[in-house]
T-cell receptor, first 112, second 112 residues
Framework: QQQVKQSPQSLIVQKGGISIINCAYE??????FPWYQQFPGKGPALLIA?????SEKKEGRFTISFNKSAKQFSLHIMDSQPGDSATYFC???????????FGTGTLLAVQP | GAGVSQSPSNKVTEKGKDVELRCDPI?????LYWYRQSLGQGLEFLIY????????KSGLPSDRFSAERTGGSVSTLTIQRTQQEDSAVYLC??????????FGPGTRLTVL
């Protein structure tokens, strides 16, 4: 129940294309869903986050789509760039502790 | 301003030795987390500190793992009698009053 399932494991996209990463959860107590971006040798960095009271959030080229009834959420990267090549983690948390439950990660490669 | 810092950046130790990993959170951040990132287990929560409250130790994998946070700032994660399966990147994150956790670069631990 505490798991967050993420797919695909890896993704190759051409420059200018759309990258889509999907996550699913079971625990309906989750109330905050962040996406983290991680470059090799660095710690994860928050990219964008959403709460379940909205169905979509957009920040620049990054959009989260959230489907509460299906318990799924996804990250869309528009106009993907080689600099977006990184590992992306979805996560979920709940309550006051905010301890993050991470998905398994998606390695994105954007080809020039 | 300065981000979360961790030391050492790399640590190689022999099986059975004790190790100490240090985290300096962002000044003023009241919450501090330790996570572990490994190929087999992904990113997993270890322990959470909030102010003067008792820490949430629910993610510690065994009693060989312990952590403390002194003066509400610096934290040390100690692993006793290290095993090869302890090899991983240990990440520290701190959080102000909001939701976002800010991660350090991690300590890569290799147990020979």
């Amino acid at each position: 129940q505490q798991q967050v399932k993420q797919s695909p494991q890896s993704l190759i996209v051409q420059k200018g294309g759309i990258s889509i990463i999907n996550c699913a959860y079971e625990n309906t107590a989750f109330d905050y869903f962040p996406w983290y971006q991680q470059f090799p040798g660095k710690g994860p960095a928050l990219l964008i986050a959403i709460r379940p009271d909205v169905s979509e959030k957009k920040e620049g080229r990054f959009t989260i789509s959230f489907n509460k009834s299906a318990k799924q959420f996804s990250l869309h990267i528009m106009d993907s760039q080689p600099g977006d090549s990184a590992t992306y983690f979805c996560a979920a948390t709940w309550g006051a502790t905010n301890k993050l439950i991470f998905g398994t990660g998606t390695l994105l490669a954007v080809q020039p | 301003g300065a981000g979360v810092s961790q030391s050492p950046s790399n640590k190689v130790t022999e099986k059975g030795k004790d190790v100490e990993l240090r985290c300096d959170p962002i000044s003023g951040h009241t919450a501090l987390y330790w996570y572990r990132q490994s190929l087999g287990q992904g990113l997993e929560f270890l322990i959470y500190f909030q102010g003067n409250s008792a820490p949430d130790k629910s993610g510690l994998p065994s009693d060989r793992f312990s952590a403390e946070r002194t003066g509400g700032s610096v934290s040390t994660l100690t692993i006793q009698r290290t095993q090869q399966e302890d090899s991983a990147v240990y990440l520290c994150a701190s959080r102000p009053s909001g939701d976002t956790q800010y991660f350090g670069p991690g300590t890569r631990l290799t147990v020979l």
